[in-house]
Nanobody, 116 residues
């Protein structure tokens, strides 16, 4: 079955950096688009970034452009989210996501807290 496991969250000061990882299993990772979403308390889940399977092209929410970088290592079945210049408004639970046969799959999430 499809499994997504995120890691790498934590507490960081404003201006700091974190790298999130999501290890996938149960499907042919290299052939699927992978995405990162986030959800802050009291807010809807929002798309942060995605990376295509075909050519590795990427797309970002305006709020994170220039600060976050999504990448993938198909040999390790892993997608990453490098987050730099973190702001308090980046505080949220971050989720890995993929779509397979019309169904969305999610990891359990990893918490990122940006605070001094």
């Amino acid at each position: 079955q499809v499994q997504l496991r995120e890691s790498g969250g934590g507490l960081v000061q404003p201006g700091g950096s974190l790298r999130l990882s999501c290890v996938a299993s149960g499907f042919t990772f290299s052939t699927y688009r992978m995405s990162w979403y986030r959800q802050a308390p009291g807010k809807e889940r929002e798309l942060v970034a995605f990376i295509s399977s075909a050519d590795g092209s990427t797309n970002y929410a305006d709020s994170v452009k220039g600060r976050f970088t999504i990448s993938r290592d198909n040999a390790k079945n892993t997608v990453y989210l490098q987050m730099n210049s973190l702001k308090p408004e980046d505080t949220a639970a971050y989720f890995c996501n993929t779509l397979r046969s019309g169904r969305a799959y999610w990891g359990q999430g990893t918490q990122v807290t940006v605070s001094s």
